[in-house]
């Protein structure tokens, strides 16, 4: 008799690239990327996930298998043609990658398939991919809490559609300058007010190194930055941050304000330990002690 | 019988402007401006403090006549000349001052005269103004507890006397730029350890709207940024912080990592108010009240 699968709780959507990044500290040559990539990794700390993206023929099978050791589930995954390729370099201040290529390949015309399994998904993180795919997985998974995350590649000339997605979103994960893109308004408190008004219940600022900031009307938290001495390579925090959250929200099921400060903190642990090194290589050597130890210093660093 | 003046706790010694600022929101013409002017009347919402600084002929009488409304204490003062004049532009992103022109005017061969009763002070806040002067005034106070800032032009031009202050200093303010521009150093963490080696016993970096960072041997600290939808003029903000911090630490009279933790966000709610208005506008109407309310409100921000 077949095993029956068990139910989804937590669906991530977004893509899955080969990496290569240069930055002043090393360079990655064909390393695993893209947005369900560092996401996925990064729930895996704390609840398992499914994906749903696509990739190429030419994808490891050894990522694969990788992927699923760390329980995250693949039936979402298309397989079609070359897998999206993506080239990035960082200047010394590592404050924003220049893109060198990008070859999508796979992720052209790309259709989602939804499992009928992850269909009751209790949260469904939409991670960077275009709005139109984020729209037609959100409305596979209709109980679902929907965190929403986006670049400055579809603000600017997709921003109808995504639009329409920021409707359906709970969250809105933006970084400061794609909130500023989005609003076209420089103050953040004001442009994260404007993303208030379009529909979510949240909305999430990244600042890098300056920490997070939480907007919504359980009242606003600012999460400070780690103090990291060594990042490596900037490539995919933001992924990880939002990813990570989703996986602590799922694993308590939770959603009001406090959980969701405390999901900001262990994101913020999460994202600083995935610029220590290139790709997703930190990402899985983390164990919850190493995550906690981090949560507790983010305790004192904020402590008056 | 003459009275005799009581003893200086608190020293600020820095420059005395009348700015003419321009920012998307306004605009003011020969304003109360200066670093001393700036963390002189920030200081006095926790302490009151003597300045020393130079002003023309031509600075007005009524805002000296301010200054001791608000226990500011100005026989520091040496008059001679024309006033310093600056005039500054601010574009939309309000994140950093154009200067349009500096008449340096009575500052130019200026010879700090410290009053014998500033001797014995117990804190003395060297804001910016040439390093020189900072050294002169520090060599005046030998048993105080130095807290030193400067800017981008000293850096640049004036390294050597600069360093040799940094030694006298016990706590180094910078905003995060200039720490960056001091140490040659991009990380922050690393360029704030470079400062410690100098010789501070802590050292502060100031963000603006991210907040700020301790650095010491007592620990890291990050103070949030306050969230303000309306910045009017950002003109004073650091020089603001750096004296709220140096009066709240004087009013105390502690110099502990949980003080100066404390202080710093105090610091942040004076910053905070002072860019609401243009030049001291705002500062002059602030109570213990106000500061108390916005110093409740950081607490709330930084809960997990």
Redesign the interface.
Known sequence: MKKKSPAINLVVCGSIALDDVETPFGRSKSALGGSAIYASFAASCFAPAGVVSVIGKDFPKSALALLRSRGVDLDGLTVKGKNLRWGGKYE???SQAQTLRTDLNSLVDYKPEVPSKYENAKFLFLANIDPVVQKAVARKCPKAFVILDTMNYWIKDHSKALHEVIKLADIVVLNDAEARQLCGE?????AA?KVLHLGPKAVIIK?G???A?L?SAG???????F???E?KDPTGAGDSFAGALCGYLSSVSKTDN?TI??A??YASAVASFCTEEFSIEKLIKLDKNLIEERYEVFK?????
């Not at 009242?219 to 930055?225: I, K």
């Open positions: 010394f201040d590592m420089v103050n953040l408190v004001k007010k600042k190194e300056h920490g900031l907007f009242g606003h938290f600012s999460a400070p930055g103090p990291l001495e990042v406090k400060r405390k900001m903190i004192k660093i904020r402590e008056f």
